[in-house]
């Protein structure tokens, strides 16, 4: 046994230096050279040790152990440096030599295995003389030799006590199995003197599969679970997965449900202190005082506010899309409200000749409609009556939308505006081609 791992051995972790050498006997420096990458030469190491292992019936690691791997990787290091460097010198300087490789060739023994140690060595002589060259050539030749001598050292501790210390592994192992074995033929009698209780555990295991609720299943011991069928233990799995899908439902529920308590809470504090704000901000209002923050408790621009005090409302102030109404919905708002109301009846004459009314705009005034005045509902329903027509005729959408505007404006106000906002109703529910 000890012959065949050693030999074993020495085979597949010689090949890459085989092989590198007949490269370079055949005048294929680079490609020798390249065979000679530690990445190469350690896989070479590693089958050996690998069919060394399979050999005796070991592991890898218990032939490992018996061989000095520390140094083995140091050697590994060494050569990759100086690998490198004689590559790289060969590329430098090799268009120099001429036809150095015919005579270098001619010096190789027949009839051995070819040394790439001894080549890099013989061509490094030749070519001494060019130091750059050839000292790259000289310190790979030396790592070569150097893990040839490790590779040597390896074989002779597998010869010599892998046989003995590897023979003890393998039958530690074959006990391991034996002991396997044993433990498994214990667990089969275990097995078949306990079947009684296996047959009540599978009726307890039924019995729970036929309640109702689904988590029922979580009261099933582990004992019973683990001597179930295995169409019983899908069953409870198929259980499990309805519960758990059951309670994290239940769990987003009481989430979303504290989210949404949250939420009202904090909108309720929210209102609470606009209302807050927004009271105290009518009292301020009513007595002509204004802050930078007004209009941002508001709601709107503090420019607004103070057009709605001095009552001197702009035509922008009540359209197309507002009014925009100061603390609208918050406790002190109907006081703006009614302000904003004072001074839209105020400024009458500023807003209606230009005005594109919101839809609010009717609501504030449809309770003071009385204190128009007649010539302003008039020139309202003729503004109303001349914008829809133009709007009819000319298609336009602006014109349509506005007009729109005017006529709910006056309906609201019951301001008589003329057949043009009759026929402008009638076109907007006119069934399309």
């Known amino acids: 046994m000890e012959v065949k791992l050693g030999g074993t ?9 085989h092989h590198a050498g007949a490269c370079m006997q055949a005048s294929r420096v680079p490609e020798g050279l390249r065979e000679l990458a530690p990445e190469g030469l350690l896989g070479g190491f590693q089958r050996g040790v690998d069919q060394a292992a399979k050999l005796a019936g070991v ?47 001619e010096v190789t023994d027949h009839g051995r295995a070819p040394d790439a140690g001894m080549w890099l060595e013989r061509l490094a002589n030749k070519v001494r003389r060019d130091r750059p060259f050839a000292e790259p050539l000289q310190v790979l030749a030396e790592d070569i030799a150097q893990w040839q001598a490790m590779i040597g050292r390896c074989r002779k501790l ?53 309640r109702p609720e689904v988590c029922a299943v979580r009261d099933i011991a582990e004992d019973d679970l683990g001597r179930a069928a295995s169409e019983q233990q899908r069953r409870v799995a198929a259980r499990l997965d309805q519960c758990a899908a059951v309670e994290a439902r239940e769990a987003r529920e009481r989430e ?4 949404a308590e949250e939420r009202a809470r904090e909108e309720q504090r929210l209102r609470a202190e606009r209302d807050e704000k927004c009271a105290a901000l009518a009292v301020r209002f009513k007595a002509g005082a204004f ?15 103070r057009r709605i005090a001095g009552r001197r ?74 914008e829809s027509k133009r709007a009819i ?34 076109l907007a529910v006119k069934p399309g081609p």
Not at 256 to 259: D, F, I, N, V, Y
Not at 314 to 328: I, M, N, Q, R, S
Not at 342 to 365: C, E, F, M, N, Q
Request: proline share 5%.
């Open 9 to 17: 051995f020495l085979t597949c972790a010689m090949g890459p230096l």
């Open 59 to 105: 592991r890898r690691e218990d032939v490992e152990r018996l061989l000095p791997m520390a140094d083995v990787r140091e050697a590994i290091e060494r050569l990759g440096d100086s690998q490198s460097e004689a590559v790289l010198a060969w590329d430098v300087y090799a268009g120099r030599i001429g036809g150095l490789l015919e005579g270098v060739a």
């Open 158 to 210: 597998l010869d010599e006590s892998g046989g003995g210390a590897l023979a003890k592994a393998y039958h530690r192992r074959r006990l391991r199995r034996i002991a396997s074995i044993v433990v498994s033929a214990l667990v089969i009698v275990a097995a078949l003197s306990v079947i009684v209780r296996f047959r009540a555990a599978r009726a307890r295991v039924d019995a729970v599969l036929e």
């Open 256 to 259: 979303e449900r504290l989210r």
């Open 291 to 305: 802050s930078d923050d007004d209009g941002k408790i508001a709601g709107v621009e503090n420019d607004l506010l």
């Open 313 to 386: 409302l702009l035509a922008t102030d009540v359209g197309p899309a507002g009014p925009a109404l100061p603390c609208e919905g918050a406790r002190g708002g109907d006081e703006l409200r009614a302000a904003f109301a004072d001074a839209l009846i105020a400024s009458v004459w500023t807003w209606a000749p230009a005005a594109d009314p919101g839809p609010k705009l009717g609501d504030l005034l449809v309770a003071r409609r009385a204190e128009l005045p007649p010539r302003a509902q008039t020139m309202l329903g003729v503004r109303t009556g001349y």
């Open 393 to 426: 005729v000319s298609g336009d959408p602006a014109a349509l939308g506005r007009a729109s505007r005017l006529c709910a404006l006056t309906a609201k106000l019951e301001i008589a505006s003329g057949a043009g906002c009759a026929a402008l109703a009638r």
